[in-house]
């Protein structure tokens, strides 16, 4: 069992039959379920992830009145919940991954990862999230929500950036990722700077994941992630194991090759979803093709490196 099938699991069998008892009045106003910070909350744990900040365990979001209100009792009632479900401990947080699970405030959640109540709403605060901070927070799953406070607001997120901010972030994106691996990577490798050339290897590689997600409308996890999480979506689907090609790959004309494949597929299926229409492989012409389709005149006059 993974950890967010061991949390659904405590939750039905042990957490909420508890909770249900002692708060029958404030049940219909709780929203369950595992999210936030934690690679289970992804479905990225194995074996090696529970050696730290893992096991049995589950969210009680409550709005933020009935926190300030019952927010200590709520907690006191799930510190006090069985020790194990199905042989697994319950978490044992760490140092640093205190405050994931038990009773949060809603507001106070999507603050943490977003930096206000309810999350982005104009496109100025949707430029300002980090991208990892927008995956956190919707991430994982909602076992239940009768209020649809908690719900509300991450669906919300789930429907992605407003489009002008997607197209800003794709066009961002694609100008690194000619500059860094069309440009850059051959220069160095050329010049003997193999340092650099790995640097430039790097921005190549976290700006062209990034894009993936982007194309395929999801938000990119934090950077130890990104990769696994490319595996099953949709849109570029060979992605993944593109870019595990280009991770391995001798040096020099090798990683080249790889890199213009990935760019070759970036630039179709931007072409497929009507933000370009160059024929050009290098990818800085498709940044500026994309960079027209914005409709807000000061994001469309940003420089196109900007996020």
Known sequence: ???????????????????????????????????????ECFGFDDALSRDHDWGAG?????????FRQY?????????????????????QEGEYGS??????CTQQWYRRYTGLPEGPRTLAEWRRVPE??????????????PLGRF??????????????????????????????????????VKRGEMVAAQLALA?????GMSMIYLLNRRYAPFYKWMHRGLEGLPKLPRAHGQFARLAGAAPGAQAEEIMEGICLTVAAELRRQGLSGSSDSFLQTHAAEVMAHITDPALRQAHVMEE
């Open 1 to 39: 069992m993974n950890g967010l099938a061991v949390a659904r699991q405590y939750y039905r069998t042990v957490g909420r039959p508890a909770l249900q008892a002692q708060f029958p009045g404030l049940l219909p106003r709780m929203a369950f379920g595992l999210a936030g910070e934690g690679s």
């Open 58 to 66: 589950f969210c009680i979001w409550l709005d933020e009145a009935d």
């Open 71 to 91: 927010g200590a009792q709520v907690q006191a009632a799930y510190a006090a919940l069985p020790a194990e479900q199905a042989g697994f401990p319950v978490r």
């Open 99 to 104: 405050g994931r699970v038990g009773c949060l």
């Open 132 to 145: 990892a901070f927008l995956a956190t927070a919707v991430n994982g799953e909602v076992f239940d929500d």
């Open 151 to 188: 719900s509300a607001a991450r669906d919300r997120l789930l429907a992605y950036y407003p489009e002008d901010v997607r197209c800003k972030k794709i066009a961002a994106r694609a100008a690194v990722m000619a500059q860094a691996g069309q440009y850059n990577y051959h220069r160095c």
């Open 203 to 207: 921005e190549f590689m976290r700006a």
